[in-house]
Each structure stands twice: as structure tokens, then as C-alpha cells.
């Protein structure tokens, strides 16, 4: 069965997201986008964990369904044509910050568990090591290989990603406070390792770059701090929806791991080298040559993910390894329809286009990947199947993000 799994997703609970965060919210959005299994977020939470408990059910592959007197209620109001059954797949994001070789760490992780049992035996280990009620995304002062290692003894099924791997403040490559190296970070345990998450600011094409990395699965999700961001990165399978069938898909790198859906990785927010505070962004090389300091205040620049993937590549733009998976870049639903009716995306104009499409077309990955551009011709707003065209065929117009600044692509530009 093919379906599409956003692997990475938060709660209310975790700082910094949206009050709307709930599981009424995450089922209603999964169908709006497309998604068939979404990932719980903040497990380790004990409110989140609770409201996780009183409201799933699980369906006897490791995953879990919302209770069916609460699908019913909720699934008023999402339009008819996006309807189908979302599962829910177990799964916390671990900030370890801890000293390793004489300096600072700041490292994210997803952890995933297949049942209720692996997940209490996870949360009762971490409640040691420090307090999981103050955020969704715990802070803790554990290193990623004791993270790995807590994960792997809890259930022999339970697994472990490493989270947007290149984000230069938290993350394993992180050019501020991580490794050069999948093994330098895990050590004795990296073998268990067997997919990375790339983070919005990268694709493949940029990873593949790295030999390093060629030994794991390279997943994209969206991170998502509220409902709507549901799916701007997610990954394709071709199995039993069920969650060993997913952690086998991505340790054997086989066939049922179709590949990923990603932003332009112009889009993401650390993309570019620059400094937010003067709006300066640079590309990589010219970075270097002004030895990786702000032009216009002479502080050091925010280390861009394109920098940092140049610093650690031993291989050429362009390379394609056997076993890369195909990728598709994106952009979603609502930002499209934001540049053709020139209004922000929340506006009411773009909800309600955007409402119309989905109940006429059904879901956004629907319309993204699938809506003839000729049948979209017909639709409002004008230039809709325009812009799907050049969507598809990569002719967009690409403003880097920089320093936790959001790039931004345009699909018909000037």
C-alpha cells in the first residue's frame, strides 16, 4: 500500500508551538494534506502522554487510531474528498546537551516506539536524567549515544533518527555544536543508526555529497509547530501501513521506502550563511572570501547548512549514489495560493481557494503532485495551472533563508 508518513511532529506541550497542537487537530490536517501516518510528538510529556492514552487506540501494527467516536466528530469538518484513515506512530524529540571531548554538544533525536509499554519504559529512564513535564521536547543532559543505547534497550523495536541533521545550533553536523561524523556522534552504537533526518534546509542532492551518510536512509518531515505545517517534508512508502513495516522499509533502505517530498532547500531557515540583525545572506564561497564575517557590523556570520555540507563533502555537486532514493520539491499548497492572490496565507482569500481546491480536488499532496495542470487551468485563482507546471518542473525563484530567517520560493516570480 502506498502511503505518505510525516515522521517528525510536535504537541501544545513543546515551547514555541501552536495552542492548536491536539490530536483533533493532527487527524483533521493529516487529511487535508495527505499524510496516512503522522508521528505523536512528546511522548515524554506526561499531560501529552495521558491525552495520547485516553484518546488513540491501537490497530495491532504498532501504530494507533484516534478513538471512533472522536474520528466521527472530527471528520465533519474535513471536506468529503480529503477523508481517509490517519495512524498515529509513537514518538518524542530529545534535545541532549552534554560535554564530549572537551566541548559542548547540542544534539536533537527522535526516538519511536511501538507500544505503550516501550514508551513508559522510555519515559520512566529520561524522568531520571532530567524534568519531562517542562517541555514536549525535553532538554537533557544526556549524551546521543546513552540516548541510543536507553532506546534500544527499552525495546529491541524501538529506533532512533537523528533529528535535521544540519541545523547549526542543535543538531549531529551542526556546525556550531556537532560531529563531523554519524559515528563520532554514536561511537560503539552507530550501527543502530539507520536514517537521518535531513532538516528543511537541505535535500538528498546535498547529502548524497557526504559517502558518509550513504549507509543510512535520508528521511524529511516537517517538524510541524502547528496542524497547518503538517507535511511540508514527508516520505513515501509502499508497504503494510504498520510500524515495523516502516523501520524495516528505512534499516534495509529496500523498495517500500519510496523516497521523500521536500521545500526547496532554499526555503528552510539556515540555509545561507548571513546575520538576521543586518539582513545579510551570502552565498558559501562568498562567505569564505570575507572570511565568514557580517560586512556590514564585523560579527560572525550564522553558519549557513550549504557551508556547512561544502566543509564536510568529499564529493561533487551533482553526485547521485546507486542506492539514492528519488526525491520531489515542493511548495506548499497555501503559499502558492498566497502569491497568486497577492495576500498572506492566512488571509481569508487564500483559506477560502484553498478550502474550494480541497473539496473539489481532495488533498494538497493531491493537487501538488497529481491535479492535471490543464484541470487547474480552469480554477481560481487564476494561473493556478501555471504555476503547478513550473512548480513541477523546478522553475521556481529561489531567496535563500539565513540565520533562522525563512527563504522564499516563488513559483511565477516577477
Same mark, same amino acid.
Given at each position: 500500500?502506498?502511503?505518505?508518513?510525516?515522521?517528525?511532529?510536535?504537541?501544545?506541550?513543546?515551547?514555541?508551538?501552536?495552542?492548536?497542537?491536539?490530536?483533533?487537530?493532527?487527524?483533521?490536517?493529516?487529511?487535508?494534506?495527505?499524510?496516512?501516518?503522522?508521528?505523536? +510528538? $512528546?511522548?515524554? %510529556?506526561?499531560?501529552?502522554? *495521558? /491525552?495520547?492514552?485516553?484518546?488513540?487506540? @491501537?490497530?495491532? =501494527?504498532?501504530?494507533?487510531?484516534?478513538?471512533?467516536?472522536?474520528?466521527?466528530?472530527?471528520?465533519?469538518?474535513?471536506?468529503?474528498?480529503?477523508?481517509?484513515?490517519?495512524?498515529?506512530?509513537?514518538?518524542?524529540?530529545?534535545?541532549?546537551?552534554?560535554?564530549?571531548?572537551?566541548?559542548?554538544?547540542?544534539?536533537?533525536?527522535?526516538?519511536?516506539?511501538?507500544?505503550?509499554?516501550?514508551?513508559?519504559?522510555?519515559?520512566?529512564?529520561?524522568?531520571?536524567?532530567?524534568?519531562?513535564?517542562?517541555?514536549?521536547?525535553?532538554?537533557?543532559?544526556?549524551?546521543?549515544?546513552?540516548?541510543?543505547?536507553?532506546?534500544?534497550?527499552?525495546?529491541?523495536?524501538?529506533?532512533?533518527?537523528?533529528?535535521?541533521?544540519?541545523?547549526?545550533?542543535?543538531?549531529?553536523?551542526?556546525?556550531?555544536?556537532?560531529?563531523?561524523?554519524?559515528?563520532?556522534?554514536? +561511537? $560503539?552504537?552507530? %550501527?543502530?543508526?539507520?536514517? *537521518? /533526518?535531513?532538516?528543511?534546509?537541505?535535500? @538528498?542532492?546535498? =547529502?548524497?555529497?557526504?559517502?558518509?551518510?550513504?549507509?543510512?536512509?535520508?528521511?524529511?518531515?516537517?517538524?510541524?509547530?502547528?496542524?497547518?505545517?503538517?507535511?511540508?517534508?514527508?516520505?513515501?512508502?509502499?508497504?503494510?501501513?504498520?510500524?515495523?513495516?516502516?523501520?524495516?522499509?528505512?534499516?534495509?533502505?529496500?523498495?517500500?521506502?519510496?523516497?521523500?517530498?521536500?521545500?526547496?532547500?532554499?526555503?528552510?531557515?539556515?540555509?545561507?550563511?548571513?546575520?538576521?540583525?543586518?539582513?545579510?545572506?551570502?552565498?558559501?564561497?562568498?562567505?569564505?572570501?570575507?572570511?565568514n564575517l557580517c560586512p556590514t557590523c564585523g560579527k560572525t556570520l550564522t553558519?549557513?547548512?550549504?557551508?556547512?555540507?561544502?566543509?564536510?563533502?568529499?564529493?561533487?555537486?551533482?553526485?547521485?549514489?546507486?542506492?539514492?532514493?528519488?526525491?520531489?520539491?515542493?511548495?506548499?499548497?497555501?503559499?502558492?495560493?498566497?502569491?497568486?492572490?497577492?495576500?498572506?496565507?492566512?488571509?481569508?482569500?487564500?483559506?477560502?481557494?484553498?478550502?474550494?481546491?480541497?473539496?473539489?480536488?481532495?488533498?494538497?499532496?493531491?493537487?501538488?503532485?497529481?491535479?492535471?495542470?490543464?484541470?487547474?487551468?480552469?480554477?481560481?485563482?487564476?494561473?493556478?495551472?501555471?504555476?503547478?507546471?513550473?512548480?513541477?518542473?523546478?522553475?521556481?525563484?529561489?531567496?535563500?533563508?539565513?540565520?533562522?530567517?525563512?527563504?522564499?520560493?516563488?513559483?511565477?516570480?516577477?
Amino acid at each position: 500500500m502506498a502511503f505518505v508518513a510525516d515522521l517528525h511532529v510536535h504537541s501544545r506541550y513543546s515551547r514555541a508551538t501552536s495552542r492548536t497542537l491536539d490530536l483533533h487537530c493532527l487527524h483533521a490536517w493529516a487529511q487535508r494534506k495527505g499524510i496516512g501516518v503522522v508521528a505523536t +510528538g $512528546d511522548f515524554t %510529556h506526561p499531560a501529552w502522554f *495521558a /491525552e495520547l492514552r485516553e484518546c488513540l487506540v @491501537p490497530t495491532g =501494527n504498532g501504530l494507533f487510531q484516534l478513538r471512533e467516536d472522536i474520528v466521527r466528530v472530527v471528520d465533519a469538518s474535513v471536506p468529503k474528498a480529503c477523508r481517509a484513515k490517519v495512524h498515529f506512530i509513537l514518538s518524542v524529540e530529545i534535545s541532549s546537551i552534554y560535554k564530549r571531548d572537551g566541548r559542548v554538544r547540542k544534539v536533537h533525536n527522535l526516538v519511536y516506539a511501538p507500544d505503550w509499554q516501550t514508551a513508559d519504559r522510555i519515559r520512566t529512564r529520561l524522568s531520571r536524567v532530567g524534568n519531562l513535564a517542562a517541555d514536549g521536547r525535553p532538554i537533557l543532559g544526556l549524551d546521543a549515544r546513552d540516548l541510543l543505547d536507553l532506546t534500544l534497550e527499552a525495546s529491541p523495536d524501538a529506533f532512533l533518527i537523528p533529528a535535521h541533521i544540519w541545523t547549526p545550533w542543535f543538531s549531529m553536523l551542526g556546525a556550531k555544536s556537532g560531529f563531523d561524523s554519524l559515528d563520532e556522534c554514536f +561511537g $560503539d552504537l552507530s %550501527h543502530h543508526v539507520f536514517a *537521518a /533526518e535531513t532538516g528543511l534546509s537541505s535535500d @538528498p542532492a546535498m =547529502n548524497w555529497r557526504l559517502s558518509s551518510l550513504d549507509g543510512v536512509s535520508l528521511v524529511s518531515s516537517s517538524d510541524a509547530h502547528s496542524p497547518e505545517k503538517l507535511g511540508r517534508e514527508a516520505n513515501r512508502f509502499a508497504c503494510d501501513v504498520s510500524y515495523l513495516a516502516i523501520r524495516d522499509a528505512l534499516r534495509d533502505r529496500s523498495e517500500a521506502f519510496v523516497g521523500t517530498l521536500e521545500l526547496f532547500p532554499e526555503e528552510g531557515k539556515y540555509h545561507y550563511p548571513g546575520h538576521r540583525l543586518c539582513g545579510v545572506a551570502m552565498p558559501p564561497e562568498q562567505a569564505s572570501r570575507v572570511e565568514n564575517l557580517c560586512p556590514t557590523c564585523g560579527k560572525t556570520l550564522t553558519a549557513g547548512v550549504a557551508s556547512r555540507v561544502d566543509a564536510l563533502a568529499d564529493r561533487p555537486p551533482g553526485f547521485v549514489p546507486k542506492e539514492g532514493k528519488p526525491f520531489t520539491n515542493l511548495v506548499p499548497l497555501p503559499e502558492i495560493l498566497s502569491e497568486l492572490v497577492g495576500t498572506g496565507t492566512s488571509s481569508a482569500r487564500v483559506r477560502k481557494c484553498h478550502e474550494r481546491l480541497l473539496a473539489r480536488h481532495g488533498s494538497e499532496l493531491a493537487i501538488l503532485l497529481d491535479l492535471p495542470a490543464e484541470d487547474a487551468d480552469h480554477e481560481e485563482p487564476a494561473r493556478l495551472g501555471e504555476a503547478l507546471r513550473r512548480l513541477r518542473s523546478g522553475m521556481v525563484e529561489r531567496v535563500p533563508g539565513y540565520d533562522g530567517q525563512y527563504g522564499r520560493i516563488r513559483v511565477l516570480g516577477d
